[in-house]
């Protein structure tokens, strides 16, 4: 468990920030710019100093005010990975790996060197200088090198926000791997949200220094807060499906949701693993009886659970798919004509379903 209370005031900005979150996993710290991600993790690793509050990781206390406890930087055994590389100029990939080696000889080796080149792709890398490397290459040697340090946590301040969009594509794989087969925790910074989605297990939602929700991904992903923040086209219900079918030849599988199926494009997931997706309310349609004779291909049955205004003249419709909450957004003049209610049975017709990734595998027996 990663438990954080800290309070940091400086003109023009302050900071007032709790939250607790299970380890391991992938702890997101996602929000606006400007929210106070990045003061915050600099206070986790100890680089800044809290006004007043106490840092825990596990059983272990990192900072305390109160009882004047501030454990050195360099005995937090935290990796940081920042925007930029800040790889050695004048080191090839091997150096720069082995610096985080040498920094902690007489600590418990959490991975090798071996592991850490095959986990991260490095192998042909490793007699290159920073400069004849991609933004992509340059910021896998910055977090192989930050694993090399043998951290029992692990900070990431936007360490895709520097690189274009084929780089991010890259490099995010990486961190997917990272996650499902090392148990180390991981504090990610970001203010994309499809980052979030693709490598978050809990997400700390920060506006103006302060936390505005927590939870697992799913939950806050239902929460008016988040739904503010991201805009009306990224609205949406996260949840998790589990493959009961997988057609290699055309690309497609059959999902488990709640007590429906949904058909999306998915491959080389294995059946019985549980996949992470976004169905944005956006691309649901509601029908009050089935629907036949259109290119729709979902359709879960459910029942209307409650009915919002949102941000933008619209109407945020939650929707109980047997235990797995959906959302659609309607007009006004859609609400009126349906004449919903809560408890309504309705169909939800489902255009569209991104996937995100199959790390969360079922357990045996699950």
Known sequence: MLQVSVVRKRPGFSLEATFAAPTPGVIALFGRSGSGKTTLVNIISGLWAPDAGDIRLDEDVLTDTRASIAVAVERRRIGYVFQEARLFPHLNVTGNLRYGQKRVRAAPQVIGFDEVVTLLGLTQLLQRRPRELSGGERQRVALGRALLSQPRLLLLDEPLASIDLARREEVLPYLEA?????????????????????????????????????????????????????????????????????????????????????????????????????????????????????????????????????????????????????????????????????????????????????????????
Do not use: C
């Open 178 to 366: 990272l996650r499902e087969r090392l148990a180390i925790p991981m504090v990610y910074v970001s203010h994309q949200f499809d980052e979030v989605l693709r490598l978050a297990t809990h997400v700390v939602l920060l506006e103006a220094g302060r936390v505005l929700a927590q939870g697992p991904v799913n939950a806050v992903s239902l929460r008016p807060e988040l739904q503010s923040i991201v805009g009306p086209d990224l609205v949406g219900a996260v949840l998790e499906g589990v493959v009961t079918r997988l057609e290699p030849d055309d690309g497609s599988a059959d999902l488990a949701v709640g007590t429906g199926t949904l058909q999306v494009s998915l491959r080389d997931v294995p059946v019985g693993s549980r996949v992470r997706l976004q169905v944005l309310a956006r691309d649901v349609i509601l029908a009050t009886q089935p629907v036949h004779g259109l290119s729709v291909r979902n359709a879960l049955a459910s029942t209307v659970t409650a009915i919002s205004n949102d941000d933008y003249g619209a109407v945020l419709v939650s929707l109980d798919v047997g235990g797995e909450i959906v959302l659609a957004r309607i007009t006004q003049n859609a609400l009126q004509a349906l004449n919903l209610r809560p408890g309504d049975a309705v169909w939800a017709l489902v255009k569209a379903v991104s996937t995100r990734g199959h790390a969360f595998r079922l357990a045996s027996g699950s």
